[in-house]
C-alpha cells in the first residue's frame, strides 16, 4: 500500500477515541454525534473518494474498506456513514459538470446522503423532473449538505430509472429509524412533493450503474468508471470486518474472565467455548481475506483501464455477499455463546451483534438474491435481474 494509505489509516485511528467518547449518544440520539461528524471532517475522512479535481483525496477503495474498519472500532455508525456518505462521493464523478460544481465546488467535505435504490417517481418535464416520493435508509440524513436518490421515471411501457441529486433544503425528513441496530447512523426517511430538479442534476440509473457516463472523463483516474452495485457491495465490507472483529475481541475479554453461574468453573476451560472462538476466527479470517482479494481485483481493474464482464461483476457481488455472510456467522455463534448477560442492552456484545445483524441486511449484500444470480451465471444462464 501507499504512504498516503498509512497516512490516512494513521488519521482514522488518531479519532477513534473521540468516535468511542461520543458513540453511546449517537445510539441514544439516533444520529452520528456532531463531535464525531466533526471529527471525520478534520480527518479529511470525509473526502476519502471525492475526486482530487474537486479537492478530494482520490484514495483508492481499499482504502476507504480499511478507513471505514478503523472508525467501526469507536463507533460502527461512524464506520457505515463513511461508507455510504462516500460511496456516493464516488458516484458523482458521473453527473454532468455544472453538478459536480454545484456540489463539490463549494465544499470538498461535502455529505451526500440518500439512497440509490429507486424508490421515488420522476415525470419529465421542460428543463428537468417533477420529483414525488418517500425513500427509506438515507443514512446521514441529519447531516447531509446534498442528496442522491434513485427515482423511476412515469412513462408508458417498462419503468426506466433515473438517479437525482438536490440540495437538502429541498427534502423533507420523517424520522422513523427505530431499529434492531445501526441506530446511530440516523438512517431516517426523506420525503419529496412535487419538487423540481433540473436536467444537468439527473443521470439515468443504467448508465450511472454501469460505468457508462461520459462525464468521468474530465477525471483521470479510472475509479470512477467502476459499476456502482459491486463496488457499494466491497465498500460495506468494512464496517462489517469491523463489527465482527470487535464482537470477538468483547468476547474473548469477557470470557477470560467469566465463571459458570452453577458449577464456579471458569468459562475460559470449557472446550466447547474454545472452538466456537475458533471457528468464529476462522470465520473472520477467512472474510477479511477475500474482502481483501476483492479489492486486489478492483485495484487491477482500475489498473488495466477496463470494466469487470457481466460474469466478474457477479464474481464480485457475491463474495463480497459472502463476507457478510462469513461476518454474520461468526458473530452470531460468538453470541451464542456468551451466556445470558449478553443480552442486557448495557453489554457492548449486544449492541455490536444489533448492529452487524443490521449491516448485513443491506440490499445491495441480499444474500439469496446474489447467490442465485451468481449459480444462474456460472451455469451459462441469463443473471436472472436486471441489475448486476
Not at 471529527?39 to 482504502?63: F, N, S
Not at 437538502?168 to 434492531?180: G, I, P, Q
Not at 455472510?325 to 451483534?353: K, N
Request: charged fraction near 20%; glycine fraction near 8%.
Amino acid at each position: 500500500m501507499t504512504h498516503a494509505h498509512e497516512e490516512i489509516l494513521a488519521a482514522a485511528e488518531e479519532i477513534v477515541p473521540i468516535l468511542a467518547a461520543h458513540a453511546a449518544a449517537s445510539e441514544k440520539n439516533r444520529s452520528l454525534a456532531p463531535e464525531s461528524v466533526r471529527a471525520i471532517e478534520r480527518a479529511g475522512l470525509w473526502r476519502l473518494l471525492t475526486p482530487k479535481r474537486w479537492g478530494g483525496l482520490e484514495a483508492d477503495v481499499r482504502t476507504q474498506v480499511a478507513a471505514s474498519a478503523v472508525l467501526t472500532k469507536g463507533d460502527p455508525a461512524a464506520g457505515w456513514l463513511l461508507v455510504v456518505i462516500n460511496a456516493h462521493a464516488f458516484v458523482l464523478p458521473s453527473f454532468p459538470p455544472q453538478c459536480q460544481q454545484e456540489v463539490f465546488g463549494p465544499n470538498p467535505d461535502v455529505r451526500i446522503p440518500g439512497t440509490l435504490a429507486s424508490q421515488g417517481k420522476a415525470r419529465a418535464v421542460d428543463g428537468g423532473w417533477i420529483v414525488n416520493g418517500r425513500w427509506q435508509f438515507a443514512s446521514g440524513v441529519d447531516h447531509g449538505h446534498w442528496f442522491l436518490l434513485g427515482t423511476l421515471q412515469e412513462m408508458e411501457g417498462p419503468p426506466r430509472g433515473v438517479h437525482l441529486v438536490l440540495p437538502k433544503e429541498d427534502v423533507a425528513v420523517d424520522d422513523t429509524w427505530f431499529t434492531l441496530g445501526l441506530r446511530g447512523t440516523g438512517s431516517k426517511d426523506v420525503v419529496l412533493e412535487e419538487v423540481f430538479v433540473p436536467e444537468h442534476r439527473s443521470m439515468t440509473t443504467g448508465t450511472l450503474f454501469d460505468g457508462r457516463s461520459p462525464h468521468v472523463a474530465m477525471h483521470p483516474s479510472y475509479l470512477f468508471r467502476m459499476p456502482v452495485l459491486p463496488t457499494l457491495n466491497y465498500l460495506i465490507g468494512g464496517p462489517l470486518i469491523g463489527l465482527a472483529k470487535r464482537a470477538l475481541r468483547l468476547h474473548v475479554e469477557r470470557t477470560r474472565s467469566r465463571r459458570d453461574i452453577y458449577t464456579g468453573r471458569a468459562k475460559a476451560g470449557d472446550a466447547g467455548g474454545q472452538i466456537r472462538i475458533a471457528e468464529a476466527s476462522a470465520e473472520i479470517t477467512a472474510a477479511e481475506l477475500l474482502l481483501d482479494s476483492i479489492g486486489a481485483r478492483f485495484a487491477a481493474l482500475v489498473a488495466a483501464q477496463r470494466l469487470p464482464t457481466i460474469e466478474e461483476r457477479a464474481d464480485l457481488k457475491w463474495h463480497a455477499t459472502y463476507v457478510a455472510e462469513l461476518c454474520r456467522r461468526a458473530t452470531q455463534r460468538i453470541f451464542e455463546g456468551a451466556g445470558a448477560h449478553a443480552v442486557y442492552d448495557v453489554a457492548p456484545l449486544q449492541a455490536t451483534f444489533r448492529d452487524l445483524n443490521t449491516a448485513a441486511r443491506h440490499a445491495v449484500a441480499d444474500f439469496d438474491t446474489n447467490a442465485e444470480m451468481f449459480g444462474r451465471i456460472t451455469l451459462g444462464l441469463d443473471p436472472g435481474t436486471p441489475i448486476v
